[in-house]
């Protein structure tokens, strides 16, 4: 039985041009484990100037040391160069995607090339089997995908089937990937990545075991940590109501971004509220593995045929304060069936939904402009109308025209070929999530290398203060914010446990394992993966000068007044010279 | 009195294996990070859409895995189930075949997993599904 060995990380490299693989065995403990050592890995095996949709575009997947030692470390980091941003992609999922790599040996995977005809993966420990998926391309849902894969392949409770939708094989340049029906690697475009690698799946079925170096404090400290997440307050708000808590509160703030922002409030608000649904949709609660919260809020969606009298369908729809900003708010959605609706359309083509939500509240807008005319739209695209934007969804994956074509590119080349720049609410390429709170929140969007709001919660910095700091502090604040979280993905720690992961914690969580390390040196190796991370991304073709900031931010007032653009500039400013220029 | 791992109610699991890996974890001095060694197994009912379950002993009274074990690895346990001794254990997997739910478990290593009913997982699950409870 092999004793956990921290430093010596196990990658196994798949080639899909000619169905090989092989397993690499290496000292890398000085990335701990997740988004370190994707970073390096990434870095190592890409060729920088890459199209994305390439063969030659690499996908890393990774997961941390305290995988799956202790509960909440249950994240996927998905790295690859992202058909979105055109620049450094990175998402994460939870499901069994991250404890089947573990319990099947690895620290991480590392795809390169592309098959000619589809295929999916499974890897069952040291084996790697290269499957016929041509019947499965061309299914649109990847419920079904999952289920036909599910009744085939072996590994029932310990495996995970990550797959893609028609999005993805479509090469949406948002859809994502996902796993365990509920989990997704939404945010930048790993699904078309996939895609245009024909691997309409990868099972990971894993079996392993391992030992911690020490039996008694190594159950001590998983007690600890058990008790902390399930008897204190640092997780209730995920499990009691979930994300979706944050509606009503942010609709109070003035910090929800509504009909493509035209408004940070939505009158309709209390209707899609967290509290509201806990009320009247919320069917059951269901977990990643290795996870006591039980975060993934699931409704039950009754709906009659219209052909067949008394002939209905139920369907479960998991839904998050994301998926009610994007879907709901932005498109002026106030009904919650027709909001559950949406979501299901977008889960099924396994697309991102706040990309897709932005992407459809700026194309209303642009209607409504008369920047583009209802032949290009083809759906009578309007605020609240959920029926023109369930077959808009559908148009994205069908790409009937020039139009949706493009618009399955994202907000940014939308805007680019059309106009209407103003209002396509993308920061570095990446539709904005649901915060319209403040300088802490875009800024964070801004030099986020994600541009995604969990990099470094610019938006909690916002809600913190009454005052704004002064945007070189702020900046400061962001970058640690972030730095830290890189350990958090390093370890693959859900960020909903960062209240329970503590440097203190973690430090103790490392000794049974045979690891020694300060708080200190801990952090130390947050900056230095931050700082190889944002240099990985400038090599990737990030471009901080041509940042582009949407002018409708400035326009509506935020709970702290108007947005300024001079404090915008200060910060970046900074941010360039400090960090950018620096590395 | 003895006691048994009953489920108190299946109907609360969300499918999270928590208790996969605190029996795992069940020996002090030589506990296991992963799952080969757990004796439960948490699974979807075929996608997590229609929710989760575990399979696990039901401490038969007269178990068919040690009947059919040819070296008695398996023997029947007081309260129902049985005692696991491993070190009897060749491999053959007629215990497996034999259960008819289904709740014993191939380990990589070529002996079995399955619960001996120590109670050790019921504290780790957060949902309270499982029981342990005296018969
Ligand atoms: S393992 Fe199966 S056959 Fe053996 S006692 Fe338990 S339920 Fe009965
Ligand atoms: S009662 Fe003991 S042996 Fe049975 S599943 Fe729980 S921890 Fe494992
Ligand atoms: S710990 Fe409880 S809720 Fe989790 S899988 Fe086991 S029985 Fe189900």
Redesign the pocket.
């Known amino acids: 039985m092999d004793l956990i060995d921290f430093n010596l990380k196990k990658i196994l490299h798949i080639n899909l041009n000619d169905y090989s693989y092989f397993v690499e065995e290496r000292d890398m403990g000085e990335w701990i484990g997740g988004v370190g050592i994707a970073t390096r890995l990434l870095s190592e095996n890409i060729k920088k100037d890459v199209d994305p949709l390439d063969e030659g575009n690499v996908i890393v997947l990774a997961v941390g040391p305290f995988t799956p030692a202790y509960p909440f470390a249950s994240k996927t980091v998905a790295m690859f160069k992202s058909p979105l941003t055109s620049n450094l992609g990175e998402s994460h999922a939870g499901g069994r995607s991250a404890t089947a790599i573990a319990n099947a040996g690895y620290d991480a995977i590392v795809i390169k090339g592309a098959s000619s005809k589809p295929v999916y993966v499974v890897i069952e420990n040291e084996k790697v089997h290269f499957r016929d998926a041509r019947v499965l391309w061309g299914i649109e849902d990847s419920l079904i995908t999952g289920r036909i894969i599910a009744e085939k392949e072996k590994g029932r409770g310990i495996r995970a089937i990550m797959r893609i939708g028609g999005a993805g094989e479509k090469l949406v340049r948002f859809a994502g990937v996902m796993t365990e029906t509920y989990r997704h690697f939404g945010r930048t475009g790993l699904g078309a990545v996939f895609g245009s690698k024909k691997l309409k799946a990868l099972v990971v079925i894993g079996k392993g075991t391992k030992r911690p170096s020490d039996a008694k404090s190594y159950r001590e400290i998983y007690n600890k940590i058990f008790e902390l997440a399930t008897a204190s307050d640092a997780m209730k708000k995920y499990y009691l109501i979930g994300t979706p808590v944050n509606v009503a509160p942010l609709n109070e703030l003035r910090a929800l971004p509504t009909r493509n922002l035209e408004s940070a409030y939505f009158e309709n608000a209390e209707e899609i509220s967290g509290e509201k649904f806990a009320e009247f949709n919320l069917a059951r609660r269901i977990a990643c593995n290795h996870c006591p919260t039980a975060c993934i809020h699931l409704a039950a969606l009754r709906i009659p045929y219209e052909d067949e009298p008394y002939f209905h369908k139920t369907i479960m729809i998991s839904y998050d304060y994301e998926l009610i900003y994007s879907l709901g708010s932005m498109l002026g959605i106030g009904d919650r069936n027709a909001l559950l609706k949406l979501m299901h359309r977008v889960e099924l083509y396994g697309m991102d939904a706040m990309s897709t939500g932005v992407c459809l509240a700026w194309a209303t807008e642009a209607l409504k402009k008369g920047l583009i005319s209802q032949n290009e739209a083809l759906a009578p695209l309007k605020f609240g109308d959920a029926e023109a934007y369930l077959k808009a969804i559908d148009n994205l994956y069908f790409q009937p025209n020039e139009f949706y074509k493009t618009l399955a590119e994202g907000v940014e080349a939308i805007s680019k070929k059309y106009g209407g720049k103003e209002f396509a609410l993308a920061f570095g390429g990446n539709e904005m999530p649901g915060y319209h709170t403040g300088h802490g929140g875009y800024i964070g969007f801004l030099i986020g290398l994600r541009h995604s709001h969990l990099d470094n919660a610019g938006y909690s910095i916002d809600q913190k203060a009454k005052e704004d700091p002064e945007p070189e502090e702020l900046v400061e604040k962001l970058v640690e914010e972030e730095s830290w979280r890189q350990i958090l993905s390093s370890l693959v720690v859900c960020f909903f446990a960062r209240g329970v992961y503590t440097p203190e914690l973690v430090v103790e969580g490392f000794k049974p394992l045979g690891i020694e390390m300060s708080e200190d040196e801990l952090k130390e190796i947050g900056r230095k993966i931050y700082l190889e991370k944002l240099k990985l991304k400038k090599e990737l073709g990030f471009d901080l000068g041509k940042m582009r900031i949407p002018k409708r931010i400035f326009e509506v007032e935020t709970f702290k007044g108007n947005l300024d653009s001079n404090y915008i500039e200060r910060a970046l400013n900074y941010y360039e010279k400090k960090y950018y220029r620096a590395v | 009195m003895v006691k048994i791992l009953t489920i108190k109610d299946i109907e609360r699991c969300v499918g999270c294996a928590l208790c996969m890996y605190a029996c795992s974890r069940r020996r002090p001095k030589s506990p296991y990070i992963g799952y080969d060694h757990s004796g439960i197994l948490a699974i979807s009912l075929s996608g997590f859409e229609r929710g989760a379950t575990i399979i696990v002993?039901?401490?038969?009274y007269e178990?068919?895995?040690?009947q059919v074990c040819p070296t008695d690895a398996l023997v029947p346990r007081k309260g129902g189930?049985?005692v696991y001794k491993e070190k009897l254990c060749i491999g053959c997997d007629n215990?497996i075949e034999?259960?008819?739910?289904s709740?014993?478990f191939k380990r990589q290593d070529g002996k079995v997993a399955?619960c001996i009913h120590c109670g050790y997982c019921v504290d780790f699950c957060p949902h309270s599904v499982l029981e342990y409870r005296e018969v």
């Open positions: 002993c039901r401490a038969c178990p068919p895995c040690s189930g049985v215990c034999a259960c008819t739910i709740a014993i399955l």
